[in-house]
């Protein structure tokens, strides 16, 4: 396999919106984030329990994930081994980390302190997909396509990995965004080169579409 | 390929401030863990390797946060050791960090500056400027992994010929956040951690900084080569380890053949060994699945108690210095084998001379990393 990386689908949550490869499939507007997450959550009929028992940021990138890879994903092509999970975002878990320390105002709750670190959203993903491949989570300002894009190409020109989802998944307060990729080195009908410019382009999709 | 050295290296602890300090201390059996009275951090007093509190290396002031103060000595002291130019175009830094600068929560009203100030983004910025830095520092949150993914990340980021030398800093300090989360999963020893022993009670956390900076220059003759490393997830559980140690034994044969090498080689297995029932039997599964049932190993978190983000890069300098000096330190701590946890644990001082050693690491979110650092 020397087909070069290529993004073989996308999916953002941003704005009240579900975007898959570039294309709206669905908004729901004037909700707040939670509300919203559980919308999407049964407008696509996920059933996974586990779904109600995750921080905010899990929800989020869980969900994104779930719409990434439905029907755009065949988990029989890989190896656990060979799959794995490279995402970003600027405030590591903060939203949840507020909410933990208020509980311990009273009694320190375990549940939610084990969800005050940014790659237990990566465990998730991990646990629903089986992906045991190589996983790290960066912390960056914003979005930076370009060490993104040559860190998971390194990770799959390398064989270390033959499929991976990068992307961006940040949430704090009411403020969120998810973006992400599944990258494969093939070519599928509608793949786009894994390129740093075809990244940033599904990631301010938003934006350019406003004008 | 490029061969990748580690030519400069330092940890902060409350045992010494310099690579050299921290080891002769381990040689004379020093513990950095105490019973602590802090009501600022626990009602009820607790064991940890805390500094104190008036040391001057975690004193937050107008410009940095302790985190940033712990990062800006062991990165300073570091690089004075390599003589390389900070600001160099070739050179980076990367952070490594579970929760930076989360005490600030714990002090101030929740505002927006106050999110700015917590975000390690700051930090990284902040430490750019202190060193002249060319490049933004690249920052790796990933559990307890995060110092081991951090060095693993540095000797990607030099193969592929980005860069030429890169500075890997990691650093946690303890706060009320932090202990009240882990007293909350009831996983704090009543007394100074047991990794590996058959009577231990959970693990006793610690605060620390460490630095090592990789190069493909070699330094020195006695700088310590870095073989191979990989990183794999459980896919079980987010807080609990696999059950069955597969995938941090996967990782770990993974890193001894990417080294060209067997299990036959290996001297010396430095594990994660955090003392908390389910850590060390997955570990020792997975070690013996990896064919090094009968290799000394240790865990240094009798020593240090477990410094988080700091941890991988703590106990990789240790090791590297145990393979330099040719003694492999006994884990403090541990006095009774466990029959579901089985192995080689180093007991007692071992001299003998040393060449390979796998480093481990497990954490929340079932990630799993291993590295394997050669003398040459």
Same mark, same amino acid.
Not at chain 1, 71 to 76: I, V
């Given at each position: 396999m020397n087909t070069a990386p290529h993004i073989t689908a996308s999916c953002s949550i941003s704005e009240n919106t579900v975007r898959k490869n570039g294309q709206v499939l669905y908004s729901l507007a004037g909700k707040e984030p939670m509300d919203l997450f559980v919308g999407i959550y049964q407008h696509y009929a996920l059933e996974y329990p586990r779904f109600y028992k995750m921080d905010s940021l899990a929800k989020l990138g869980w969900l994104t994930s779930e719409i990434l890879l439905k !029907?755009?994903?065949? #988990?029989? #092509?890989? !190896?656990?081994?060979?799959t794995g999970l490279i995402l970003c975002n600027a405030n590591a878990s903060l939203d949840t980390d507020i909410k933990y320390l208020a509980t311990t105002n009273e009694i320190a709750s375990p549940s939610v302190f084990v969800y005050t670190l940014p790659n237990i959203m990566t465990g998730e993903i991990s646990i629903r997909n089986r992906f045991k491949g190589e996983n790290a989570f960066f912390i960056s300002e914003s979005f930076d396509a370009a060490f993104l894009q040559q860190y998971v190409s390194g990770l799959l020109n390398q064989d270390i990995l033959q499929a991976c989802i990068c992307g961006w998944v940040e949430l704090l307060d009411k403020e969120y965004k998810a973006v992400l990729f599944l990258v494969e080195k093939k070519e599928t009908p509608g793949a786009v080169l894994f390129s740093a410019e075809n990244m940033n382009e599904l990631f301010y999709q938003k934006e350019a579409s406003n004008g | 390929m490029s061969e990748i050295y580690i030519v400069a290296d330092n940890i902060v602890s409350p045992i010494g401030v310099t690579t050299g300090e921290n080891f002769s201390q381990l040689t004379h059996q020093v513990s950095a863990i105490k019973l602590q009275n802090n009501t600022t951090l626990s009602p009820e007093s607790f064991y940890a390797a805390l500094f104190n509190s008036d040391s001057p290396y975690r004193k937050e002031d107008e410009t940095y946060t302790a985190f940033e103060q712990l990062l800006i000595a062991s990165i300073s002291e570091a690089l004075q050791n390599s003589g390389l130019p900070a600001g160099d175009k070739r050179t980076i830094l990367i952070i490594s960090s579970t929760k930076g600068n989360i005490n600030l929560l714990e002090n101030h009203s929740l505002h927006k500056p106050t999110h700015e100030r917590i975000a390690l983004p700051t930090s990284a910025k902040l430490i750019k400027q202190h060193f002249g830095l060319y490049h933004q520092p690249l920052i790796i949150s990933n559990a307890c992994i995060s110092g081991l993914l951090a060095i693993l990340t540095a000797k990607r980021l030099i193969a592929s010929g980005q860069y030429d030398h890169v500075l890997v800093a990691g650093a946690d300090i303890i706060s009320k956040f932090v202990l009240s989360g882990f007293q909350s999963f009831q996983a704090i020893s009543p007394e100074p951690c047991k990794p590996f022993d058959k009577e231990r009670q959970g693990i006793t956390l610690g605060e620390g900084a460490a630095t090592v900076i990789l190069s493909r220059e070699r330094k020195n003759t006695d700088n310590i080569k870095i073989m191979a490393g990989a990183v794999s997830n459980d896919a079980n559980h987010i807080s609990a380890p696999s059950r069955t140690g597969n995938e941090l034994a996967y990782i770990i044969k993974k890193a001894i053949k990417d080294s060209g090498l067997t299990a036959n080689d290996i001297n010396l297995v430095s594990a994660h060994g955090t003392a908390t029932l389910y850590n060390d039997e997955m570990e020792a599964k997975a070690i013996n699945e990896a064919g090094l049932g009968s290799v000394p190993t240790n865990s240094l978190k009798g020593y240090y108690g477990h410094t988080l983000g700091a941890a991988g890069l703590i106990e990789t300098i240790i090791s590297v210095r145990s393979l330099q000096e040719g003694i492999i330190l006994p884990t403090k701590g541990f006095e009774k084998s466990d029959p579901s946890a089985q192995l080689t644990v180093a007991d007692n001082f071992i001299r003998e001379p040393l060449q390979n050693c796998i480093k481990t690491a497990s954490g929340f979110g079932g990630c799993n990393a291993a590295m394997l650092f050669s003398k040459q």
């Open positions: !029907e755009s994903f065949d #988990a029989n #092509a890989y !190896e656990p081994e060979q | -």
